[in-house]
């Protein structure tokens, strides 16, 4: 009688599914509920991600595989409103990023939606100093700017302070993913490239005004604070003064600042010291 009483109650625990906008639950992995979802929605493509961030959840094998297969993010998707509301938003979580956009890549959704950063998948980095392909590096630096979302972690109270005061970080983090894409035009320098190709993406999710000209003047300004901080002397007033014209607000030197460290970061073993550390934060408290 007592194993009785407990067989219903224990089946429905083990039997119980989260269902939500035709995907399911188990055991941390989200699932289709049918073949055709993407089909009958398009949209669900981006808005799978945003569900998995929510939620913590990884993809199934066979989800992951229809996403890698599907036809369905074209011209028109890149310019709906909907999965670009959607993506926007993936990138105001703070610290919660890097994870989605890792899942995205892996399956080839993100180099989709954002073909400038496609261009970048797996290409390698001709400079001495560059220990990732272009892709990776990408992902990495985004990684680091993650962390400063967690706990307090000695080193790096300074960069964890302006991070979490950044009133618009989905701004910084696209920045971030289009930095180097203009790596891919095989230039000389590759600065002037990703920010057409920035600008061009403004365009496309409808990025306007201040946002418009903040994400601009990052990515056209990428290497600003580390060439002008270790290259030149951060206490010299006519270096301050030069650098803090082209900065122009507080907003873009808190952005800009720790986008520097994490770019300087996210290029391997040797792209943090602590000079530049202290390099960048007596440029930043000069300027």
Not at 5 to 18: C, F, H, N, W
Not at 48 to 63: A, E, G, K, M, V
Not at 123 to 145: N, P
Request: positive net charge.
């Amino acid at each position: 009688k007592l194993l009785g009483a407990l067989k219903p109650s224990s089946r429905k625990t083990r039997g119980r599914v989260e269902r939500f906008d035709g995907f399911h639950v188990k055991h941390n992995r989200v699932f289709a509920d049918s073949p055709q979802i993407f089909k009958e929605d398009p949209h669900r493509l981006m808005r799978l991600f945003r569900h998995t961030q929510n939620r913590q959840l990884r993809l199934s094998p066979d989800l992951f595989d229809m996403v890698c297969n599907t036809g369905l993010v074209n011209a028109e998707f890149r310019y709906h409103k909907e999965p670009r509301e959607t993506f926007l938003s993936l990138l105001e979580n703070k610290g919660s990023v890097a994870r989605v956009l890792r899942q995205m890549h892996r399956c080839d959704f993100l180099g989709k939606y954002l073909p400038e950063f496609g261009a970048l998948t797996c290409r390698i980095q001709h400079e001495f100093f560059h220990t990732y392909a272009a892709d990776e590096h990408t992902l990495r630096c985004i990684d680091y700017l993650d962390e400063l979302a967690g706990t307090e972690q000695k080193g790096l109270e300074f960069y964890q302070r302006i991070y979490r005061e950044l009133l618009d970080p989905a701004v910084l983090y696209l920045a971030l993913i289009l930095h180097d894409t203009g790596r891919a035009a095989n230039r000389p320098t590759h600065t002037e490239e990703s920010t057409i190709l920035a600008d061009k993406v403004c365009r496309r999710l409808q990025i306007k005004g201040d946002r418009r000209a903040r994400l601009i003047f990052l990515v056209d300004n990428h290497l600003l604070m580390y060439s002008t901080s270790t290259k030149k002397d951060p206490d010299d007033p006519k270096v301050v003064e030069e650098f803090g014209k082209i900065v122009g607000t507080r907003e873009n030197l808190d952005a800009l600042t720790v986008m520097t460290m994490a770019d300087s970061k996210g290029v391997g073993a040797s792209g943090w010291s602590s000079f530049k550390d202290s390099a960048l934060k007596e440029l930043y408290y000069n300027t």
